[in-house]
């Protein structure tokens, strides 16, 4: 069972995606796609995938993990015989990695520089409310003075 749907389920049922504008990218233009050639290259693709995915995760158990990772993935990709896309799999997974990490580091950036502006501005509220202080002892003092 997987998500409540049996396994045979999930073999036959296609994965829902558009892959219409990627598969427009290697065609020249004014070639167009038959209904019927989407229809059968949408499921070679879901067959695809749940294949691949299924290799991977027979290493992710041989690495007593449930979790598939990347490096997954890559080890399918070879076992079944893809090693051509290998290279360019890790090449995107690096650029991946590298958004990631920059998105990550302008989240930090971006917090510190929140942090530090409610700290400038505690600050602010703290001397204000020093200097009410100090005008507010300051009349008292001079009427000590003058009595």
Avoid: H
Avoid at 27 to 38: F, T, W, Y
Avoid at 71 to 83: I, K, P, R, T, Y
Avoid at 109 to 118: G, N, Q, R
Wanted: net charge negative.
């Amino acid at each position: 069972m997987f998500g409540g749907r049996s396994d045979e389920a999930v073999r036959t049922t296609p994965l829902q995606c558009n892959f219409l504008p990627i598969s427009k990218t290697g065609l020249p233009d004014g070639v167009n796609i038959s209904k019927e050639a989407r229809s059968a290259i949408s499921r070679a693709a879901s067959v695809f995938v749940l294949y691949a995915t299924s290799c991977a995760n027979n290493f992710a158990m041989k690495g007593k993990r449930k979790t598939l990772n990347a490096g997954d993935v890559l080890s399918a990709m070879e076992e079944m015989e893809f090693q051509r896309f290998v290279a360019p799999l890790k090449e995107s997974l690096e650029v991946y990695r590298r958004e990631q990490k920059g998105k990550k580091e302008a989240r930090k950036d971006k917090d510190k520089k929140a942090d530090s502006e409610e700290q400038d501005k505690s600050r602010e509220e703290e001397n204000d409310d020093d200097d009410e202080r100090m005008e507010e002892e300051e009349p008292n003092e001079e009427e000590e003075v003058d009595n």
